[in-house]
C-alpha cells in the first residue's frame, strides 16, 4: 500500500508561482515514478505532469507545458511541482498519484492506483 500527502497549495495572484509538494510513503519500493492532476470545479480531472525515477519519463499536459516543472527528492521521496506564471485557468485541487507497483506513471487517469487527499490552488486574475 502506498500512501501520498499534498501539500503548499494556496491562492495566489495571476502571474505567481506556486511549489506543490508531495510525499511518498508506505510500501514504496518498486514504485516507478508519480504523476499530478488537477481538477477544476465542475470540470474532468486532467493530467498535469508525470515523471519516472531515472528522468526516463517526464510528460507535461498541453495547457501547462512551459510553465510547470516536475522535478523529485529520492532522498525524502518527495515529488515536486513547480507552477510559473500561474493563470486562473489552473484554479482546481491538485491532486498526486502514483502507479501500481512496476508501472510507469502515465498522462491517463487509469495509469495510476493510487491517490491523495488533493491541495487546493486558487488564481485570482
Known amino acids: 500500500q502506498v500512501y501520498l500527502a499534498e501539500s503548499g497549495g494556496g491562492t495566489v495572484q495571476a502571474g505567481a508561482s506556486l511549489r506543490l509538494s508531495c510525499r511518498l510513503t508506505g510500501d514504496s519500493r518498486d514504485n516507478w515514478g508519480l504523476g499530478w492532476f488537477r481538477q477544476a470545479p465542475g470540470k474532468e480531472r486532467e493530467f498535469v505532469a508525470a515523471?519516472?525515477?531515472?528522468?526516463?519519463?517526464?510528460d507535461y499536459g498541453n495547457a501547462v507545458k512551459g510553465r510547470f516543472k516536475i522535478s523529485n527528492n529520492m532522498a525524502t521521496n518527495t515529488v515536486y511541482l513547480q507552477m510559473n506564471m500561474l493563470q486562473s485557468e489552473d484554479t482546481g485541487d491538485y491532486y498526486c498519484?502514483?502507479?501500481?507497483?512496476?508501472?510507469?506513471?502515465?498522462?491517463?487517469?487509469?495509469?495510476?492506483?493510487?491517490w491523495g487527499q488533493g491541495t487546493q490552488v486558487t488564481v485570482n486574475s
Open positions: 515523471l519516472s525515477w531515472g528522468g526516463g519519463i517526464e
Open positions: 498519484a502514483a502507479p501500481q507497483s512496476r508501472k510507469a506513471p502515465g498522462s491517463r487517469i487509469v495509469d495510476y492506483a493510487y
